[in-house]
């Protein structure tokens, strides 16, 4: 029986075809792998591959030489105590910039809230400040007394006091219990917060809208007046924009439904109340609360995401193996 011997050239060519395999198996795991620096091996200075195959599986990774191999930690209570400058100085820029870095679908989501809010400012802003403000009988406003009860708690304390002291407890919490995550929080709220009452008050000043308690309606407004009027400044709830740019932070920040359901119930008790009390219209509510909840996501760190294992491939003509990148 004769045995055939594999010549250099037939099991180069298997080897390049097992390669081949393999790049595609790593492909198929990992479709969204980007490729690190190259671990191919250099080839040898005079040009020349090895005679023979030595084909040799490897598996390379990421850790010093010696030590275990760990997945980086993903512990929020980590890192730094407070945000960076420069993060800082981001959000500041993201937020006075939005409006000028709008894609063409958010120029149409821009237009499309537009309409809407012109739309509940002529059909609905004067019915419902009709039949849920506090001192009405109608079945609405009874309804909303019970769900109000936290805004009117809100009210009476004030927005600012209960954005900064927020902010106050959780710096001094992450403090004495060394959680760093609280203390960057605090930052990030004060930052919503500082940002949202400036944004508000340019819009106030932009729209001059009348409040409900005047005789001029829904839709009397004095668009560019910049008016000084508490009675004209209307347009946006600044409470209800402070109370949801609080929310939205603690939301992101944590991303619990045990943090985020009170915070967001608080922000629509705010918003209720603003309206039970005949200080704004429903659409001032629904403007404030949308300004908050923007401002608070921007400024808000992402939450910590799951990092995959990272598969690529070693090729080389006397190399085989997988690379995985933690």
């Known amino acids: 029986m004769a045995v055939r011997t594999m010549t250099p050239l037939s099991s180069r060519l298997l080897q390049c075809l097992s390669c081949l395999l393999l790049g595609l198996l790593c492909l198929a795991c990992e479709a969204s792998a980007q490729a690190g620096p190259d671990d191919i091996p250099a080839r040898p200075p005079d040009g020349r591959l090895p005679d023979g195959p030595d084909l040799r599986m490897s598996v390379h990774t990421d850790a010093p030489a010696g030590q275990p191999v760990r997945a980086p930690s993903r512990n929020p209570a980590s890192g730094r105590w407070l945000p960076s400058l420069r993060s800082i100085g981001d959000n500041v820029l993201a937020v006075a910039g939005a409006p000028f870095q709008l894609s063409r679908m958010q120029q149409l989501e821009v237009l499309g809230a537009a309409g809407l809010t012109l739309g509940l400012m002529s059909e609905a802003d004067g019915p419902v400040h009709t039949h849920v403000r506090r001192d009405g009988s109608s079945v609405a406003s009874t309804a909303t007394g019970p769900?109000?009860?936290?805004?009117?708690?809100?009210?009476?304390?004030?927005?600012?006091?209960?954005?900064?002291?927020?902010?106050?407890?959780?710096?001094?919490?992450?403090?004495?219990?060394?959680?760093?995550?609280?203390?960057?929080?605090?930052?990030?709220?004060?930052?919503?917060?500082?940002?949202?009452?400036?944004?508000?008050?340019?819009?106030?000043?932009?729209?001059?809208?009348?409040?409900?308690?005047?005789?001029?309606?829904?839709?009397?407004?004095?668009?560019?007046?910049?008016?000084?009027?508490?009675?004209?400044?209307?347009?946006?709830?600044?409470?209800?924009?402070?109370?949801?740019?609080?929310?939205?932070?603690?939301?992101?920040?944590?991303?619990?439904?045990?943090?985020?359901?009170?915070?967001?119930?608080?922000?629509?008790?705010?918003?209720?109340?603003?309206?039970?009390?005949?200080?704004h219209w429903l659409s001032d509510v629904v403007i404030g609360g949308a300004l908050g909840y923007l401002i608070g996501r921007s400024v808000s760190s992402s939450p910590p995401q799951p990092q995959r294992v990272r598969y690529r491939p070693i090729l080389s003509p006397d190399r085989l193996g997988i690379r995985m990148q933690f």
């Open 147 to 279: 769900l109000a009860a936290p805004g009117r708690l809100y009210d009476r304390i004030g927005p600012d006091p209960v954005a900064f002291g927020t902010a106050g407890l959780l710096a001094a919490g992450g403090v004495l219990t060394g959680n760093r995550h609280w203390t960057r929080t605090s930052v990030r709220l004060t930052e919503a917060v500082v940002y949202t009452n400036l944004v508000v008050g340019l819009g106030k000043g932009l729209v001059s809208r009348t409040r409900p308690a005047s005789a001029g309606g829904p839709v009397q407004a004095d668009i560019g007046a910049f008016s000084s009027d508490h009675e004209n400044l209307s347009m946006p709830s600044g409470h209800t924009a402070q109370a949801f740019a609080v929310a939205s932070v603690l939301a992101h920040e944590f991303d619990r439904w045990t943090v985020r359901a009170p915070a967001y119930t608080a922000a629509v008790s705010v918003g209720i109340e603003r309206v039970r009390s005949g200080d």
